[in-house]
Antibody, heavy 120, light 107 residues
Framework: QVQLVQSGAEVKKPGASVKVSCKTS????????LHWVRQAPGQGLEWMGW????????KYAQKFQGGVTMTRDTSISTAYMELSSLRSDDTAVYFC?????????????WGQGSLVIVSS | DTQMTQSPSSLSASVGDRVTITCRTS??????LNWYQQKPGKAPKLLIY???SLQSGVPSRFSGSGSGTDFTLTISSLQPEDFATYYC?????????FGQGTTVEIK
């Protein structure tokens, strides 16, 4: 069965960086884009971008350009999202999600979420 | 960016009620519209994709309709496990955008 398992909670100071992992299993890693979505406490969902695991290509929301880096390690079917220069308003739960692709794009499997707290 | 406007932002309903949530987009997205359900402390769950296609394993009381700029999610007979927050999301163009969410509460 398809599974996306994310790394645990992190507490970071403002200005630091955080790297969240998303280990996948149950499907061919290279066949499906992986997206990152975040949710601030009590707020809605915010799309951050995607990575194409096949070639490492990425697309980021403009808001996160220059601050986010999405990478992958195909040998262990794992994707990563690194966010730098953290601010307090980056405190959120970060989700990875698989894009089924095909004729319509949608996120059919999600990780459990990784809480990142930014606090001095 | 494509703006997504969901309405209502919250509603109270009883078990067995028919519930309708609407999502309007700032410009046409064809049928690139998906609906997700989220319960507190959990990841979102895909319910409907491509505006009207039911995701595998999702009960048939959920249905979606619409195209262009106006979309609807309908729950035909609300069940206790359906109390949650629902989000629409467009995948027509990047950045993908979500509606602000509709919280369905118990009356």
């Amino acid at each position: 069965q398809v599974q996306l398992v994310q790394s645990g909670a992190e507490v970071k100071k403002p200005g630091a960086s955080v790297k969240v992992s998303c280990k996948t299993s149950g499907y061919t890693f290279n066949d499906h884009y992986l997206h990152w979505v975040r949710q601030a406490p009590g707020q809605g969902l915010e799309w951050m971008g995607w990575i194409n695991p096949d070639n490492g290509g990425t697309k980021y929301a403009q808001k996160f350009q220059g601050g986010v880096t999405m990478t992958r390690d195909t040998s262990i079917s794992t994707a990563y999202m690194e966010l730098s220069s953290l601010r307090s308003d980056d405190t959120a739960v970060y989700f990875c999600a698989r894009d089924l692709g095909g004729s319509n794009y949608h996120l059919d499997y999600w990780g459990q979420g990784s809480l990142v707290i930014v606090s001095s | 960016d494509t703006q997504m406007t969901q309405s209502p932002s919250s509603l109270s309903a009883s078990v067995g009620d028919r519930v309708t949530i609407t999502c309007r987009t700032s410009h046409s997205i064809s049928s690139y519209l998906n609906w997700y359900q989220q319960k507190p402390g959990k990841a979102p769950k895909l319910l409907i994709y491509a505006a009207s296609s039911l995701q595998s394993g999702v009960p048939s009381r959920f249905s979606g309709s619409g195209s262009g700029t106006d979309f609807t999610l309908t729950i035909s007979s609300l069940q206790p496990e359906d109390f949650a927050t629902y989000y629409c999301q467009q995948s027509y163009t990047t950045p993908w955008t979500f509606g602000q969410g509709t919280t369905v509460e118990i009356k």
